[in-house]
């Protein structure tokens, strides 16, 4: 169970980012850290196991994204999204936003929608599978208002992954951590072929993440070009 000052934490955090934490959402957040330390122990879902850790390193350091998601935006995609980050604690902080968690390992989305049904999420679905396949099919290319990924792979990677899902004018966020300055400049052939540009990148400020850490915001331009993405692997082996 939660310490009072982990929820403490996690409650004036949310408040620097502008969002109100109501006490069912607090005992969503409590159940989710105590299923993901119970099933950590048989599947492989995250190195960060201590409760404390769990409410700033996971569910935190995820709702850095909502100050950025529209209010407008109805749908947004997780990709990647492992032990439910960032997805799932934005679906518990936003109940009004429809979150699609995508995952390409079968043992992982079985964890997630467990997590759905233990802590009551009927805007949340999961998806069993991997971005440079799922991109190409029609109920999911070009269906999303955002595209979220988290600590996973380079930002010309990341593009890749996300931009097809991504309706025109949609966003992708990407949560980092770390110097972007060469990440970014090797991005740029990426966005270009994906008719994507980089809106801004903006850091990180709550006194509970001081370690470096910013929101990538990128918004698709125009129509990806049907050859995106390539086959299962190549954006990560060869990135644009």
Not at 32 to 48: D, G, K, S
Not at 81 to 94: H, K, T, V
Not at 192 to 210: K, M, Q, Y
Request: aromatic share 6%; proline share 7%; with cysteine.
């Amino acid at each position: 169970m939660p310490t009072p000052s982990s929820e403490t934490t996690l409650t004036r955090g949310a408040a620097e980012l502008g969002v109100a934490l109501k006490a069912r959402q607090l005992e969503q957040f409590a159940r989710f850290c105590t299923l993901l330390q119970e099933w950590n122990q048989r599947v492989n879902l995250t190195a960060i196991t201590e409760t404390g850790d769990i409410y700033v390193k996971h569910f935190l350091d995820s709702l850095t994204a909502l100050p950025y998601i529209p209010d407008q935006a109805a749908t947004l995609l997780d990709i990647g999204s492992g032990g439910g980050f960032p997805g799932l604690p934005i679906a518990i902080a936003r109940p009004g936003l429809t979150v699609t968690l995508l995952e390409a390992h079968a043992r992982k989305t079985a964890f997630l929608s467990a997590m759905v049904t233990d802590l009551g999420l009927p805007n949340v679905s999961v998806v069993t599978g991997r971005a440079e396949t799922e991109g190409h099919l029609p109920q999911f290319r070009g269906a999303f208002d955002v595209t979220i990924t988290r600590a996973v792979d380079a930002l010309a990677v990341l593009v890749e992954y996300q931009l097809p899902f991504l309706r025109v004018g949609g966003l992708a966020i990407a949560l980092k951590k770390g110097d972007m300055a060469q990440e970014l400049a090797a991005a740029t052939r990426a966005l270009t072929l994906l008719d994507g540009w980089l809106r801004s990148v903006e850091p990180v400020t709550i006194e509970a993440l001081c370690d470096d850490r910013s929101v990538i915001l990128v918004e698709k331009a125009g129509a990806t070009p049907e050859r995106y993405p390539r086959r299962p692997g190549m954006p990560a082996k060869r990135p644009l």
